[in-house]
Antibody, heavy 116, light 107 residues
């Protein structure tokens, strides 16, 4: 069974970087696409980006140059880094397997608060 | 970006009723729409892919329809476990986008 698990700090200071890890079991990240989605307070959902089986990436232009998604295939993990965070980046962050641009397996989510 | 408008924002129903949730796209997207259910404190669950294709393990009371700009998620005879938030998501073009959600609540 495919399982995903996010991990990372729940509190980040403004202007700092947010770094999260998604650990995948039951499936290799060298197949398919692997993405990050966030849900803001108030229920708005935003696709942030993905990393492909080959390591190529695609990002939401709304995040401009702040975002980076990388991976470690030896550990079957992929990572999110979001730079220069503000309070508007407070959200629950999910990682998900992306099949033809929809999401069939999700992690349980990690709540990240940006506050000083 | 493709904007998805879901309506209504909240739908109050009695268990046993059948309901339809709407998702309208700002431009034609063929059948590139997918539906998710999110219960409180849980991660989203894929219900329907490509407008009407069923997903293994999802109860048959959930069905989807539509193409172009107008899409519908139908729940035949709502059960107590169905009260949650439902989202549509388009995969027609990047960036991938979601609707704002419809909350299904008990009347």
């Amino acid at each position: 069974e495919v399982q995903l698990q996010e991990s990372g700090p729940g509190l980040v200071k403004p202007s700092q970087s947010l770094s999260l890890t998604c650990s995948v079991t039951g499936y290799s990240i060298t197949s398919n696409y692997w993405g990050w989605i966030r849900k803001f307070p108030g229920n708005k959902m935003e696709w942030m980006g993905y990393i492909s089986y080959s390591g190529s990436t695609s990002y939401n232009p709304s995040l401009k140059s702040r975002i980076s998604i990388t991976r470690d295939t030896s550990k079957n993990q992929f990572f999110l880094q979001l730079n220069s965070v503000t309070t508007e980046d407070t959200a629950t962050y999910y990682c998900a397997r992306t099949i033809w641009y929809y999401f069939d397996y999700w992690g349980q989510g990690v709540m990240v608060t940006v506050s000083s | 970006d493709i904007v998805l408008t879901q309506s209504p924002a909240t739908l109050s129903v009695t268990p046993g009723e059948s309901v339809s949730l709407s998702c309208r796209a700002s431009q034609g997207i063929s059948t590139s729409i997918h539906w998710y259910q999110q219960k409180s404190n849980e991660s989203p669950r894929l219900l329907i892919k490509y407008a009407s294709q069923s997903i293994s393990g999802i109860p048959s009371r959930f069905s989807g329809s539509g193409s172009g700009t107008d899409f519908t998620l139908s729940i035949n005879r709502v059960e107590s476990e169905d009260f949650s938030v439902y989202y549509c998501q388009q995969s027609y073009s990047l960036p991938l986008t979601f609707g704002s959600g419809t909350k299904l609540e008990i009347k």
